[in-house]
């Protein structure tokens, strides 16, 4: 991975030097099951490529559902904690150090490569205030997409859609597109992150009203807490 132009394009961009070399820690949810997928090696291989380019020896926590027992053994050895319940993605960053400044803030990259839009939604819930938001750094589906090009979410979950309530509060940047495979390994993925400074600049409003997205029990590609604890 890290000889790939792919790889240089991430770690040279100007925009991700800051926010990669500051990292408190690392979160992956639905790689999937590493011993029957490569695309899902490949997607692991990145995190664990960046992780040594910038010297981070943060903890890296993963939880995939349908991991087998080999792919629990195998992150272990590559020095990741399993999260032993499904959260649905409802996890707060880590708060080191305080408050956040624009320059310090030590982010928590939540690594979530094509996982369902309530995941995100979740993870933005669990997220939803000044300080927490400009700690999340977030490397998945692109946010802009659902924003600008795909369907509206789901009429009951609306109230709940945090990947549209902070549209045009995130900044995004594509992944690069010259991944030499075509297994659409890293397609139309994006780095999500917000910047202390517009978000300080939002009215107080814009935080208040934050329901709780109820537990997902409707969606094929994501599997529920309750359907876990059965
Ligand atoms: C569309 S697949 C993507 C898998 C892989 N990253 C890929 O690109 O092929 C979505 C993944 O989310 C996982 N998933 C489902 N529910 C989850 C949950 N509650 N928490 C974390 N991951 C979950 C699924 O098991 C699945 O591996």
Redesign the pocket.
């Given at each position: 991975m890290s000889t790939l132009q792919f790889f240089k394009d991430i770690v040279e961009d100007e925009a991700m030097k800051p926010l990669l070399s500051n990292v408190a820690e690392i979160v992956c949810?639905?790689?999937?099951?590493l011993a029957s997928?490569k695309?899902?090696q490949e997607?692991l291989s990145l995190i664990v490529a960046l992780r040594h380019h910038f010297k981070i020896d943060s903890p890296m926590y993963i939880?995939?559902?349908?991991?087998s027992e080999n792919d629990v053994k195998l992150v272990a050895q590559l020095g990741f904690t399993m999260i032993t319940n499904?959260?649905?993605?409802k996890r707060k960053v880590a708060m080191k150090d305080g408050p956040a400044s624009e320059a310090g803030r030590g982010i928590t990259i939540f690594y979530?490569?094509?996982?369902?839009r309530k995941?995100y939604d979740n993870l933005l819930w669990a997220n939803w205030s000044l300080d927490a938001l400009q700690r999340c750094f977030i490397m998945g589906n692109s946010f802009n997409r659902y924003n600008e090009f795909h369907l509206p979410p789901q009429e009951s979950y609306r109230p709940y859609s945090y990947t549209s309530k902070a549209y045009g509060h995130y900044q995004e940047q594509m992944f690069p597109t010259n991944y030499p495979t075509n297994l659409?390994?890293f397609h139309e993925l994006s780095f999500h992150w917000f910047t202390p400074s517009h978000l300080q600049s939002l009215d107080s409003n814009y935080w208040l009203s934050c329901p709780e997205p109820p537990s997902?029990t409707d969606?094929p590609?994501?599997?529920?807490?309750s359907s876990?604890t059965q």
């Open positions: 949810y639905g790689i999937g099951s997928s695309k899902c997607q939880f995939d559902p349908v991991m499904n959260e649905e993605a979530m490569p094509f996982c369902s995941l659409y390994t997902i969606d590609e994501v599997v529920s807490a876990q």
